[in-house]
């Protein structure tokens, strides 16, 4: 696999689409980093690292939906960076997502975190994804 976070992000828009409630993916130290940050915006219901599976362990994901229109919290997951053409961006040109209402994920030099974080670091780095 020559992109394991663009799996990441294909595996939880399979699994919404499908509607399922929880997926299984993978684990690595930079997915775990996307899924805490997922969660602590509230793109995901919860997590759960299982570090007994396989050779690097795997991540299992409560997917978000709500509780009457069975809209998924998760509306779009577009990869930005990729191992063929890599995107950073400095501290002055951070990305906004739909103008604020999403988010995107970089891997900065003090770690995974979102645009906003990034901007009140003033530091920039990699743009993973957006999430909206």
């Known amino acids: 696999m020559t992109d394991p ?11 919404i ?15 775990k980093n996307i899924t805490k940050v997922l969660f602590e915006k ?4 919860n997590y759960k690292f299982d570090d007994n599976e396989g050779p690097q362990g795997s991540i299992k994901i409560a997917l978000k939906y709500h509780p009457v229109t069975k809209i998924p919290a998760i ?3 577009k990869r930005v960076s990729k191992p063929g053409l890599r995107k950073y961006v400095d ?11 999403g988010i995107a994920v970089l891997s900065t ?17 990699e743009v993973l994804c957006y999430v909206s």
């Open 42 to 45: 509230g793109y995901i219901l």
């Open 109 to 125: 030099s003090k770690g995974v975190m979102t645009d906003k974080e990034a901007r009140n670091e003033n530091i920039g780095g």
């Open 17 to 31: 689409k499908a509607h399922h409630r929880i997926v299984e993916i993978p684990a690595s130290n930079v997915k």
């Open 75 to 77: 509306r779009e997951l």
């Open 91 to 101: 501290a002055n040109s951070l990305p906004r997502v739909i103008n604020g209402l």
């Open 5 to 15: 976070i663009a799996d990441y992000l294909t595996r939880l828009r399979n699994a």
